[in-house]
DNA sequence: ACAAAAGTGTTAGCTGTACACCCATGA
DNA sequence: TCATGGGTGTACAGCTAACACTTTTGT
């Protein structure tokens, strides 16, 4: 077979930045790294892209690996590239950032990796540079949901209104003013109410709601404000 | 040296989208492919990644190879991963765009590659996968613009108000009110007015603007709302 | 009865947008 | 003097944000 003649080919890993919801706090996904070097470190979970597999197919196959889960909200955020970056050998590394429903996984958890959720401001020292793709990704989570409604994704298929209050108040660190919040969401149209409370979080209890997914595709790519003030706030 | 084992490596092509604004249109600079596969065929500009450079390093050198400059606009957009996306051998390849003040360009071009300036949307056939990665990157440049002050990297250092709207416009493919163009733009603070005008487009004569360079470092993550009803826009 | 969280309505200020006229100049 | 493009002000509508009370129910 021909090939480029001349040219260096390297390793190219897909890593996922896993994040999840617990009802408070955002947490990460992260595993302890099963080989050499910086064995039983904590890494974000990755592989080796495959001879015959595209880097989504890669990313999906890699979150499966881990979670179980299929289907789940996964997009490419940054290929990272320093020449030192892994050690042993030089490796491009392409990373995605999934939004997983953690109830869900914790039904389908593989255990053979160690895995462990960990607040997102108080995640352990990571392997290479896993820290700066950690960084970025919260910054790129905060700034697509200031402005496109993704974070349904983090949550149960049936959620209530100040559950996801209380998911933008943890993302962007700030509280909102619930009138507002309440008002501004449900004028989407997007949220569809159920006849069912949700009573675990207080007496009176929450309505359940689930989302329009076809509204939801439709309107993905309008412009959102869900955050007041956004100009306040450091992206 | 010890390394990864059983894993296989591919190369790796950082190819740029470079934008340019002539004054009425934007447009793609494109170079004519010198090697097989696919030689004289109309392609992006790319490169493989040397052992030692970095994927930013890389996109630069690339950049600056064509078109002679340095320290312009250029940002990571996408990585294609397809397996067949080369059909000689398994290349990734990191997109990058550029934008860049074509006349900076026209003095310094080299003709090493027979690089031409297409309007985007009459660009020709391109190689491989790259028709993709132009629709994309066109797709983010509106989304982007429409958020924060980019396409002033577009314009020479010395620009007039009249010519920004030309952009805008051309870009959204809409028409703005000139009198709320002009005032959103002005009231960013990020403009300082020049005393002479630029007569060459008109009797009257535009005043030139520049850029407030600190305001502008400070001020790039703010939302800005430069597109009105960006909701009825097609990003 | 009381504590705790859910749910709802009004108002004032601001921002976005529509719209029309005068100005400066070269031909 | 006229045609061309540059520059500006105002008014209305819609949105954002600030704000407080009632409802429900488990204890």
Redesign the interface.
């Known amino acids: ?4 003649s001349g ?6 890993a897909v890593d996922c930045i896993i994040f999840g919801f617990d009802g408070d706090h955002l947490k990460i996904l992260l595993i302890q790294r099963g080989f050499e070097p910086e064995i039983k470190k904590w890494s974000l979970m990755g592989g ?9 197919q ?1 990313a999906n196959r890699i979150l499966k690996q881990l979670t179980g889960l299929e289907g789940v909200y996964l997009e ?1 955020m ?6 030192k970056r892994d050690p ?5 590394g ?1 990373v995605y950032f999934a939004l997983i429903d953690i109830h869900q996984y914790e039904k389908q958890i593989s255990h053979e990796y160690h895995a462990e959720w960990f607040l997102l401001d108080l995640a352990p020292n990571l392997i290479f540079d896993h820290a700066e793709m950690v960084a970025m990704a919260k910054q790129k989570l905060r700034y697509k949901a ?2 496109h409604p993704i974070l349904f994704e983090l949550l149960p298929e049936k959620f209530t209104v100040p559950q996801l209050q209380n998911l933008y108040e943890g993302i962007y660190g700030a509280s909102f003013d619930k009138r507002n919040f309440s008002r501004k969401l449900l004028s989407t149209g997007l949220l569809i109410r159920q006849k069912e409370k949700d009573k675990e979080n207080s007496k009176k209890g929450a309505f359940y709601y689930i989302l329009d997914k076809e509204r939801y595709k439709n309107n993905f ?3 959102f404000n869900f955050v007041p003030n ?2 306040n706030l ?2």
Chains 1, 2 share one sequence.
């Open positions: 077979m021909i090939r480029y040219q260096t080919r390297v390793l190219v080796f892209i495959q001879p015959e597999e595209s880097l989504d890669a490419q940054q290929a990272f590239g320093d020449p042993l050998e030089r490796t491009i392409i200031a402005l790519q309008a412009f956004p100009e450091i992206l």
